[in-house]
Each structure stands twice: as structure tokens, then as C-alpha cells.
């Protein structure tokens, strides 16, 4: 079931995303996010843009949300996605599905594009934002280090036809 995220889902939402920090680079943040700051991440964006997490019998499979791409004014028609699941639920359709979810919910309010940064390589995260109809628009060379090595980020964008 895919539903709005709540406070309460913080802690699960620490598990699955910490479990990233420690061992990939889809993120870059290099220290793991404590229960109660997950909280306040969670609480304060869904006061204002969707956060959804994909709930099974035995937890959540994954959670995914919009945040703000900038903070200028005029980029306040575009939002940042993005979309984790839990190792033990990758390549069951879990995350296409809740993007998908996103993606939709995203739609009915004014928004006019969605980016999303994938660090690379990252051929699963590609392929997903790829099938969901995002196009590659840019990459940044060595933009981020971790693990002791240069990380390269890749823009796609997906653009509403309103």
C-alpha cells in the first residue's frame, strides 16, 4: 500500500536511507541521519510537498518525496524527486510504482518539472527515471567525493505537458 508518510515512519525511513549513506553513493551525505532529525525532515515536508512510502505486511518496501530544487523564487515551479527502497525489496517493481505514485500526486498541483539528480554510475536509477519518461539534460564531472574517489552527478528532467 502506497500511502502519505508520517512521523511515524521515521524510524524505517532512517533504516532504509542510512543503510545508503554507509554503503553507495546514491546519497552524499556521509554521516547516518539520527531517528528524531529524520522526524523533522519528514514532518516539515509534508506540510508542504508530497513524501509517500510503500508499506508491506513485514514494513516498508521504499519511501519517496519532492523537495524544493532551489530555493530562488523562479525555480518555484520545479521540485527534486526522489525514491529509496529497502535492499531486501529492489527489483520486485516496488520503486516504479511508488515514483510512479509520486510522480502522479506531483502532477495535480502547479508544478512545471521534476529533476532528479542520480549519482553515477547507476544504471538502475537511470533505467527508472529513463522508463518513467525523464530525459538526461546535463552531468556534472567530480562534483562529489566519497568513499575516496570523484563521483559524477547526472540530471534528468522530466517536464509536465500541461
Not at 538502475?124 to 539534460?137: M, R, Y
Request: proline content about 2%.
Amino acid at each position: 500500500m502506497i500511502r502519505f508518510a508520517t512521523v511515524d515512519d521515521a524510524e524505517p525511513i532512517c533504516t532504509i536511507y542510512n543503510h545508503y549513506i554507509e554503503n553507495s553513493i546514491a546519497t552524499f551525505e556521509e554521516d547516518s541521519v539520527a531517528v528524531s532529525d529524520m522526524r523533522d525532515r519528514v514532518g516539515d515536508a509534508c506540510e508542504e510537498r508530497p513524501w509517500f512510502v510503500y508499506e508491506l505486511d513485514d514494513g516498508l518496501a521504499g519511501f519517496a518525496y519532492a523537495s524544493p530544487w532551489k530555493s530562488r523564487c523562479a525555480y518555484r515551479f520545479s521540485l527534486e524527486t526522489t525514491v529509496y527502497l529497502s535492499r531486501d525489496h529492489l527489483g520486485q517493481g516496488f520503486g516504479t510504482k511508488l515514483y510512479r505514485h509520486l510522480i502522479e500526486a506531483i502532477r495535480t498541483i502547479n508544478i512545471h518539472s521534476l529533476i532528479a539528480a542520480i549519482a553515477l554510475p547507476n544504471d538502475a536509477s537511470i533505467a527508472l527515471h529513463e522508463n518513467l519518461g525523464f530525459k538526461k539534460v546535463g552531468q556534472f564531472l567530480e562534483v562529489g567525493w566519497k568513499f575516496d574517489h570523484w563521483i559524477d552527478v547526472g540530471y534528468w528532467e522530466l517536464i509536465f505537458d500541461k
